[in-house]
């Protein structure tokens, strides 16, 4: 029924123009607002039907410059040392600052060097950037809930969790 | 360094009985025994005086020594510098940008660099050998790099080998340093690190019998007076190289007996206190070498960089000669003022050089030939960045203590950006001239200040603290608290946006007159700027047009307390005053605290504490401290969303709209003017899609500026951002927010059809429901279909 109701549509959509940016057009995907907001995504869910197909996941893309940053981070993060990783990750920030994979990447660093708040922090930054590559969503929410955990938090680390099934 | 610590540390104590002293008291005890006899007193008595008094005096002088020499050789001021440029292929840097970097690096222009620190350009191509350097994380080598440009990016980039680099950083552009007010600015130098030809010339050139001598040189006394009697006035100087540094070191530059006297005494002293080579040390970075407006040129090391902005281990012989011929006279022989003399003066040093046999004729001949290589003298002080300096000065003082930031070396890298940091500048006093002219206004009265960070991250990459950028002052940027005015507004508009369930860019405003009453029975009536009441206006149209009755009635409705709240979580940590006139901008923030604001917008609603700093490494190379990257969210990305959506409109058809006169529509900027009482303060804060800026314009007396923030600020902030290569601000919407068509009129939802319907964002669900009666109209039963479907 829906399919036919679709296949109707396109063509009439397509002969008028502002139909392309119509509200249900546009609005994006079913994923749940970043923070909180249940009946929300709620609303959301009603119209996943019609929205494009959830993007497969996309490998990270970087520029030259920061692909070897992040190279080097790896090796110091090998080597144990978790503060020159940090400042690598950090350069790579600077040439690409909206590149929601490498603030993931600090998210992660900061997780291991043991600042559980400040790895949720930036990990809910990367989620703030990272569009529709739902695999990084959930890989932010898995990390938030592993930092709200290690901090004692286990509301908010259940709550994380929901966040990252959400995006299987 | 290491010895003199040692030297000169351990003594400290026991400094009351120092080597010398023993021998004069023991002279004044015999004195004593002898006081009986009365002849005999009416010579001893005056004898033992004098003894006494030279004894306590020798001892005065001693222990001047030696804590001269410990406070100066320990007190190494940190040494700041800006950031390292990034090269890498697909980075937006022109060759002339890159020049401008080595000129800064001290890097020399040649045909071909065959050594390190030299560069070569062929239009588009420019070849450049690196110094070797030490990074807060490790120490890069000296790399040889071929690059290519095409339109003013970094286009590729290969080694010597013509292997493409991805990322090569360059050293880091020394900015300045941070000594006390009563120390001098140095860097200091090793014995083992100044070239050996140095070592030769001086003791030829000012001290033959250096190695030799006990502090002072009687022949060369005596071959000096001689000398200058034949001449009738003073032409040579029979001072050894201790004497010379213990005149500079601890005595003025006037001269008389009296001081000849006490120099000499303390070269002795000096001499028998500490070795040659400890002598030789202290003589090459104490030495006064030259005058910088109010900073005093003290060794080779800073003589160096002062003159050839360069090491003294890149010197070359005519540098070197002309160095050590200016210790006779630094201002008579100032190469920058007296060139010709300087450069006679120079020769005659090399002259002497060959006569000794250190150089060749060959040498010799070549080095008189070339010329004095003095760079253009700096701006006054020693950094062209007071402000920032002041900034990283204030940073640094909540970790370390004062003496520690102005005497261990400390090497400090920071966020400055020379580059934005001269276009600031520029775009800041070429304008304000320009604005004195065009509004007729007093000239010289305007005063300004702007602040320039990243978005991302809060690291500060320029601040001016005035219009005169070079001289150190009243730093407007961060201690000019004036009233904010308008600025406030977005802030207003974030803590309604952050209630969805009650206000959304479209909810209707009422711009009727309120009268608000304060707490003490006083009644407070807004007006707006224009004199009028714009009735029913959308809260979006009212933040655009910075409708000031509108924004009370939306403040009050909100709270002052949630206002409050979120100015704090902004990063405005002093404590402001809970009055409704604040909704209007009554409160006195710097320029500085205003971009911390700003910043958290422009970063969608994650705050990063504003950074001059990025690491701190100690003098021996060990790592001390990094001032990392933090970040936490203090709003929903959703509600800074709808705000920066807003605060584009306010540069598309708002109070900003006269920024299309400096910026392309396409950049998309986000920003807000502000203007307060009288004209007094004229503000602009906004920004791009990798930059936020804060500009204030106002008079240090306080007294009306003449111009609105559009008049003024935003022209400044419309220079910095055109100078400065900006990124088209994209804002990439949250999940949390939906695009829906709404009917401007009556507020409701509408579609695409409905005529004038306008597409905004609203957090999900907080969207009108009702529709709007033109949806009805359009309704035909394909449409009522459509909508089925896609509502």
Redesign the interface.
Same mark, same amino acid.
């Given at each position: 029924m829906m399919i036919w +109701?679709?296949v109707l549509?396109l063509p009439?959509g397509a002969c /008028?123009t502002?139909?392309r940016? /119509? #509200?249900?057009?546009? !609005?994006? !995907?079913s994923? #749940?607002?970043?923070?909180g &907001?249940s009946?929300?995504s709620r609303? &959301?869910a009603r119209t996943s039907a019609?929205e494009p197909q959830a993007s497969a996941a996309i490998a990270p893309q970087y !520029?030259? #410059?920061v =692909? =070897? +940053?992040l190279e080097e981070a790896s090796r110091q993060e090998a080597a144990k040392d978790l503060? =020159?990783a940090? &400042? /690598?990750v @950090? $350069?790579a920030? $600077?040439?690409e #600052?909206?590149n929601a994979h490498v603030w993931h990447r600090?998210a992660s660093l900061r997780m291991k060097q043991g600042q559980y708040g400040?790895a949720v @922090? +930036?990990a809910?930054?990367s989620n703030? +950037?990272a &569009?529709g590559d739902a695999e990084l969503v959930r890989d932010n929410w898995r990390l938030m809930a592993r930092g709200y955990r290690a901090a004692g938090d286990s509301d908010s680390a259940e709550a994380a969790e929901r966040k990252a099934q959400a995006y299987r | 360094m290491a010895t003199f610590r040692k030297n000169t540390r351990k003594p400290r104590k026991p400094a009351r009985n120092g080597k010398k002293a023993p021998a004069k008291r023991s002279r004044t005890k015999r004195g004593r025994r002898r006081t009986g006899r009365s002849r005999l007193s009416r010579f001893v008595v005056p004898l033992v005086l004098v003894a006494a008094i030279t004894g306590v005096y020798l001892l005065y002088l001693d222990h001047k020594v030696r804590t001269g020499f410990q406070g100066n050789r320990h007190a190494v001021p940190a040494q700041v510098y800006g950031r390292p440029l990034e090269l890498y292929p697909g980075a937006k840097i022109s060759p002339g940008q890159l020049e401008a970097e080595f000129q800064r690096l001290g890097y020399r222009k040649v045909t071909y660099p065959k050594r390190p620190a030299a560069w070569s350009r062929n239009r588009d191509r420019i070849i450049v050998r690196t110094r070797p350097f030490t990074f807060w994380d490790g120490q890069a080598s000296g790399r040889y790099l071929d690059l290519d440009f095409r339109g003013g990016v970094l286009n590729s980039m290969v080694d010597g080998k013509g292997r493409p680099q991805a990322l090569v950083r360059l050293e880091t552009p020394k900015v300045g340093s941070i000594y006390a007010a009563h120390n001098e600015d140095r860097v200091p130098v090793d014995l083992d690190e100044v070239p050996e030809i140095l070592i030769g010339m001086l003791i030829s050139i000012e001290d033959r019998a250096f190695y030799s001598h006990h502090g002072v040189d009687l022949k060369a006394i005596l071959r000096a007076v001689w000398a200058n009697l034949k001449a009738g006035g003073v032409v040579q100087g029979g001072s050894t190289m201790t004497q010379q540094l213990a005149k500079n070191l601890y005595l003025t530059r006037k001269k008389s007996l009296w001081r000849k006297l006490n120099e000499a005494a303390m070269a002795l002293i000096i001499e028998r206190r500490f070795s040659k080579d400890e002598i030789l040390t202290a003589y090459l970075n104490e030495i006064y070498l030259g005058q910088d407006g109010s900073r005093a040129i003290h060794g080779f090391g800073l003589a160096s960089h002062f003159y050839f902005n360069r090491p003294l281990d890149e010197l070359d012989l005519p540098k070197l000669a002309l160095l050590v011929g200016i210790i006779r006279g630094p201002s008579l022989y100032d190469p920058r003022i007296h060139p010709e003399r300087a450069g006679k003066r120079r020769n005659l040093v090399l002259d002497v050089l060959h006569r000794q046999g250190i150089v060749t004729a060959e040498q010799k001949n070549r080095a008189a030939k070339a010329p004095l290589g003095v760079v253009k003298r700096g701006k006054k002080g020693g950094s062209g960045y007071p402000a920032f300096l002041d900034l990283v000065r204030r940073q640094m003082r909540r970790d370390y203590r004062p003496e520690d930031l102005t005497s261990e070396g400390l090497r400090i890298f920071t966020t400055l950006d020379p580059e934005i940091q001269q276009q600031t500048e520029t775009a800041l006093s070429e304008r304000l001239r320009k604005l004195e002219k065009r509004h007729r206004l007093p000239v010289g009265k305007l005063e300004a200040a702007a602040v320039v960070a990243r978005s991302e991250g809060g690291e500060v990459l320029a601040v001016v603290g005035g219009r005169r950028a070079g001289y150190a002052g009243f730093n407007r940027a961060l201690d000019a608290r004036r009233p904010i005015g308008s600025l406030i507004k977005p802030v207003v508009y974030l803590a309604a946006l952050m209630l969805p369930d009650r206000y959304n860019l479209v909810t209707k405003l009422s711009d009727d007159p309120i009268r608000v009453g304060g707490k003490d029975g006083s009644v407070w009536s807004p007006r707006n700027f224009d004199h009028k009441n714009h009735g029913e206006v959308p809260l979006h149209l009212a933040l655009a047009k910075s409708y000031n009755v509108a924004t009370v009635r939306l403040g009050m409705d909100v709270g002052l307390k949630r206002v409050l709240d979120l100015l704090g979580h902004l990063g405005i940590d002093r404590p402001v005053q809970a009055i409704p006139a604040l909704l209007l901008g009554a409160v006195s923030l710097s320029p500085l605290e205003v971009a911390q604001i700003y910043q958290t917008f422009a970063a969608g609603g994650f705050r990063s504490p504003l950074r001059a700093i990025r690491e701190v490494q100690a003098a021996d190379g060990s790592k001390l401290q990094r001032y990392p990257l933090t970040v936490s969210q203090v709003a929903p990305a959703g509600s800074v969303y709808l705000l920066n959506r807003n605060l584009q409109e306010v540069v598309r058809s708002g109070t900003a709209k006269g920024l299309s006169a400096f910026l392309s529509d396409q950049l998309n900027v986000a920003g807000k003017t502000g203007t307060t009482n009288d004209l007094k303060d004229s503000w602009f804060a906004g920004f791009s899609g990798n930059r936020v800026a804060v500009v204030w314009i106002g008079r240090d007396d306080n007294k009306p500026a003449g111009l609105t923030g559009a008049q003024g600020a935003l022209r400044i902030w419309g220079d910095i951002m055109r100078r400065t290569d900006p990124v088209p601000l994209d804002l990439p919407r949250p999940e949390s927010v939906e695009a829906v068509w709404v009917d401007p009129m009556s507020g409701l939802r509408a579609d695409a059809r409905c005529e004038g319907a306008q597409e905004f964002p609203f957090i999900r669900g907080s969207a009108p429901d009702t529709d709007a009666s033109c949806v009805a109209e359009a309704n035909d039963p394909l449409s009522t279909l459509f909508k089925r479907i896609f509502k």
């Open positions: +109701l679709i549509a009439i /008028s502002p139909m940016s /119509s #509200p249900a057009m546009r !609005s994006s !995907s994923l #749940p607002d970043d923070r &907001g009946d929300q609303k &959301g019609y !520029s030259l #410059p =692909a =070897a +940053l503060t =020159a940090v &400042g /690598s @950090e $350069r920030l $600077r040439i #600052p909206r600090l400040m @922090e +930036l809910a930054k703030s +950037l &569009g | -």
